[in-house]
């Protein structure tokens, strides 16, 4: 072979090295991508398989909530950040002050090309539902709808928990009285009368229309009240039960009779209700969240309000001890907020009161 001819294939044997090892490592990296694409199909697909992103378009979600001074806007905050952790990106919030502008909403609206609203509150459910452009609406912040009906979730405790809670206390209760006010809890009572027949317990139900007719039934109720195996429930209805004479005429008579008294507002544990059960707020939102992600992609679950699953508890120990309540201080350390509060009071770890 001439010098010339030697050079030649040199050269080209150069020339094909470079290349392979060129086109090996970039035609590996596209390999693994047409596997994988192939597998999964595009990008998008990818992303959502992966968990690294949600399966919703790229519209947005407006968060309607409205002003209120300290403490009570933790509450709407806390739901607000549990949304927006859950919607990945994708909401706005609006803030409503009292004398808010419906045409300035309106109008904010349409800017965001908003397609899904959350409306937290009273106020909010208002403004939402006169909103002049048609979108999906979910609801919270509420314990009932005011105007129309709504997907979302109420801040009322699910009767469902609350009876299983009640049950985990081991007082062998077979009956569970309730008074409530038909305009603003008859949508709860349906879901705990279905609770209560899951649970195998007997829902007996008064109807009240003010505290004066309430004072009434309590009283009539203790007359003739199976002190063996009932518990009495407060629901979350300012007629039913307020915080102060009349819970406290209730909790008097309770405790006399040994009777289990349990509610949706921690308020009243600390002044003697055995245990309550109410929103963990961050954890509300999130699933507020996934019903708004499914209204956006179209794929709706629920089509009304539902109580509050994700819950907290609060929990009396002294109450507990009177009704011969069994807990450890491994028990103590499973509720959310313990009364009485003081750290003295405390029992001993695994040592039964």
Not at 21 to 27: I, L, M, Q, V
Not at 100 to 118: A, G, R, T
Not at 317 to 328: D, E, N, Q, W, Y
Request: net charge positive.
């Amino acid at each position: 072979m001439s010098r010339k001819s030697n050079f030649k294939f040199k050269f080209l044997f150069i020339n094909v090295l470079i290349f392979i090892a060129f086109t090996s490592t970039a035609y590996s990296d596209y390999e693994e991508e047409e596997v994988l694409i192939e597998l999964y199909g595009d990008e998008e697909v990818i992303n959502i398989a992966t968990g690294s992103a949600q399966p919703v378009s790229r519209a947005s979600v407006a968060i309607l909530y409205p002003e209120l001074r300290a403490p009570f806007n933790k509450v709407f905050e806390d739901i607000v950040a549990g949304v927006e952790k859950k919607v990945n990106g994708l909401t706005k919030r609006y803030i409503l002050e009292k004398e808010f502008s419906q045409v300035d909403l309106d109008d904010w609206v349409k800017k965001n090309d908003i397609k899904v609203c959350v409306a937290l509150g009273v106020r909010a459910e208002y403004a939402a539902n006169q909103l002049a452009q048609e979108i999906p609406i979910v609801l919270s912040g509420v314990l009932e709808p005011k105007l129309f009906m709504h997907p979302g979730i109420s801040l009322a405790a699910s009767p469902y928990r609350l009876f299983l809670k009640l049950k985990q206390q081991k007082l062998n209760i077979k009956q569970i009285i309730v008074v409530y006010n038909p305009k603003k809890s008859k949508w709860l009572m349906r879901e705990a009368q279905s609770a209560a027949s899951k649970h195998g317990l007997e829902l007996v139900t008064y109807t009240t229309s003010s505290l004066s007719e309430s004072a009434k039934i309590y009283s009539e109720v203790f007359d003739r009240l199976r002190i063996k195996d009932s518990a009495i429930w407060l629901p979350p209805d300012s007629t039913s039960i307020d915080n102060r004479t009349l819970l406290s005429f209730v909790l008097e008579k309770a405790w006399a009779h040994r009777v289990a008294v349990f509610s949706s507002s921690p308020a009243h544990v600390s002044k003697g209700v055995l245990f309550a059960m109410y929103p963990d707020n961050m954890k509300l939102g999130l699933s507020l969240g996934a019903v708004a992600l499914e209204e956006l992609n179209g794929g709706r679950k629920i089509s009304k309000m539902i109580p509050a699953e994700d819950l907290k508890t609060a929990f009396n120990k002294r109450t507990a001890k009177h009704l011969g309540v069994r807990f450890t201080s491994e028990d103590l350390r499973k509720y959310d907020a313990v009364f009485p509060s003081e750290l003295s009071l405390k029992v001993n770890n695994n040592e039964s009161i």
